[in-house]
């Protein structure tokens, strides 16, 4: 009895508008899972993976203070984009992703460049929301099964899908405005 009351007395909390998000939030993480190709333990294996590889990236302070690294995990395959200004810390970043746990293989797309400015990186960000909302309006295909990720105006697409998908997704993100290029870093099922 005395632990229902605590639940009455936040019920209404969780019914006003603020708690809508949380709850179709949930749903949709839930969804999300139930359609993906990995077991929810590979989900979470490459969600700790990405916060393992960052955290140490963002440790190393002469990595940090010179370079901007993205860290992408899926099924357990990294992908590291970004840039740094030589190939000494492009080689250790690398070094520091391998050394992870669980990581099976890592794609280095890191350049040897200055940071991309805040700009460049919000376009990037809006040209993923292209990408995914076009994606989305594909009646054939799951989205769900391709995780999508763009730097410096180049789309890099990840997943577990058939060959069949890949050039499929492949076509559709090359349709879209503003991408320079589309880089496939799928792994296949067929």
């Not at 960052?54 to 860290?71: K, Y």
């Not at 697409?157 to 349709?175: F, K, S």
């Not at 405005?177 to 496939?184: F, L, Q, R, S």
Request: overall charge positive; charged content about 25%; hydrophobic content about 45%.
């Amino acid at each position: 009895m005395y632990r229902i009351v605590p639940l009455l007395m936040i019920l209404p909390l969780l019914l006003q508008g603020c708690a809508a998000p949380v709850i179709v939030a949930g749903a949709a993480t839930g969804v999300a899972i139930a359609n993906d190709r990995r077991t929810p333990g590979t989900i979470i294996d490459d969600q700790a993976i990405e916060i393992k590889i960052a955290n140490a990236i963002e440790a190393d302070e002469e990595i940090a203070g010179q370079s901007h690294i993205s860290v992408v995990s899926f099924n357990r395959v990294v992908l590291l984009l970004g840039q740094t200004p030589d190939e000494r810390l492009r080689a250790r970043a690398v070094d520091i992703a391998r050394k992870v746990d669980k990581v099976k293989r890592v794609h280095n797309e890191i350049t040897i460049a200055r940071p991309t400015p805040y700009a460049v990186r919000n376009n990037d960000a809006w040209l993923t929301t292209k990408v995914k909302t076009r994606l989305l309006k594909e009646k054939k295909l799951s989205s769900l099964h391709v995780k999508v990720i763009t730097e410096n105006g180049v789309t890099y697409l990840m997943g577990w899908v058939t060959r069949a998908e890949g050039a499929q997704v492949a076509r559709i993100v090359q349709q879209v405005k503003g991408i320079k290029a589309v880089v496939k870093v799928f792994e296949y099922s067929d």
